[in-house]
């Protein structure tokens, strides 16, 4: 497999009011490469959520190197980054982030509204995605009428409708139930299993690490220690969610 992302002494410094700074990465270096599951793992604070937002390009480092498909970062411009964010990557948080008023259909067709793909594929496409996690039978429901796991399912289906090589999940199962959440990490793993994405999961809670190939444990902005799951915590079943 070839290294899809790589980190060489990253580091993020916040600024704060007078000659006060935080440090929120330092000197950070990984690997992952191209079809992996990874979980990051980390208590509050840890810098865990920092890196992610740098690896998926929506914040920048203060330091370091970042490389991304074989090229640093700052080697690509504005644009072109954000071609990487809107085409290959895809995004899933623990607010969900779904436009309560709009139905379904409309929250998962959303990313595509920017390319140049017609209105009947962009229909066809996001069908496509919402019968994968097993929502057709909520099509035209707005968003404002799921429950919990319903809407993350919704806002994985968004986060795969553009094909991304690799797939953030940000506390994906931090604001549900654990029988939802258990729901949500099974598709994870089935969409793994079966399609290869690269996923990451950034998470505080152990039992939604297990589920990842590989952790990677954060401490103090640090990774402390990289570690193969030796009994990875598997809940998938054949197929997809229905």
Do not use: W
Request: proline letters at 2%.
């Amino acid at each position: 497999m070839s290294i899809l992302i790589q980190t060489k002494n990253l580091s993020k410094i916040y600024k704060e009011t007078g000659d006060d700074e935080t440090i929120a990465l330092d000197k950070t270096d990984l690997e992952i490469k191209e079809g992996e599951f990874v979980s990051i793992i980390g208590p509050s604070g840890s810098g865990k959520t920092t890196l992610m937002q740098i690896l998926g390009c929506l914040d920048r480092p203060t330091s370091g190197e970042y490389y991304f498909e074989g090229k640093e970062i700052t080697k690509y411009t504005d644009d072109e980054i954000a071609k990487i964010r809107g085409e290959k990557m895809g995004f899933v948080f623990q607010a969900f982030n779904l436009l309560p008023r709009l139905s379904v259909l409309e929250n998962v067709k959303l990313p595509l509204l920017y390319s140049d793909t017609s209105e009947h594929k962009m229909n066809d496409i996001s069908k496509e995605m919402i019968d994968l996690v097993g929502l057709s039978d909520r099509l035209n429901f707005k968003a404002s009428n799921l429950s919990g796991g319903q809407k993350q399912r919704v806002a994985i289906a968004r986060a795969l409708v553009r094909s991304p090589k690799i797939i953030f999940a940000d506390e994906p199962t931090g604001n549900l139930d654990s029988k939802s959440g258990a729901i949500i990490l099974e598709f994870l793993q089935t969409l793994h299993h079966e399609k290869r994405n690269t996923i990451i999961i950034v998470t505080h809670e152990v039992y939604v690490a297990q589920s990842a190939e590989r952790i990677l444990h954060i401490k103090d902005g640090k990774i402390d220690k990289d570690e193969k799951v030796q009994n990875r915590r598997m809940i998938f079943k054949d197929g997809f969610i229905k």
